[in-house]
């Protein structure tokens, strides 16, 4: 992978990551650096599910393969604050 693709996975991971944030009603007990690293999770995974689901290569913007990765970095951000709670 070169220089220019790690920056951009982080620069998704980071609007996947507030997205999913967003998506969650109140407030969220984790650190901005744990929202980027599961926006950038959310990013990989939900593309690589667009893919099995045959949604990702469309004309035009992705929005099926947006809405997966939003939904799994909600998902995640969610499972992360209620880890994080219990502590």
């Known amino acids: 992978m070169e220089v ?5 996975a982080i620069l998704i991971g980071i609007v996947i990551g507030v997205l999913g944030r967003l ?3 109140g407030r969220q007990h984790i650190g901005v650096l744990w929202t980027i690293v599961v ?3 959310a990013a ?3 593309s690589a599910l667009a893919g099995a689901f045959g949604v990702r290569s469309t004309h035009g913007p992705d929005w099926i ?3 997966i990765q939003i939904a799994l970095a909600a998902v ?3 499972v992360l604050d209620r880890s994080r709670a219990t502590r």
């Not at 220019?4 to 951009?8: K, V």
């Open 76 to 78: 995640g951000v969610a």
């Open 39 to 41: 926006g950038i999770a």
């Open 44 to 46: 990989l995974i939900g």
């Open 23 to 25: 998506a969650l009603p």
């Open 4 to 8: 220019s693709g790690i920056i951009s």
């Open 65 to 67: 393969e947006w809405l």
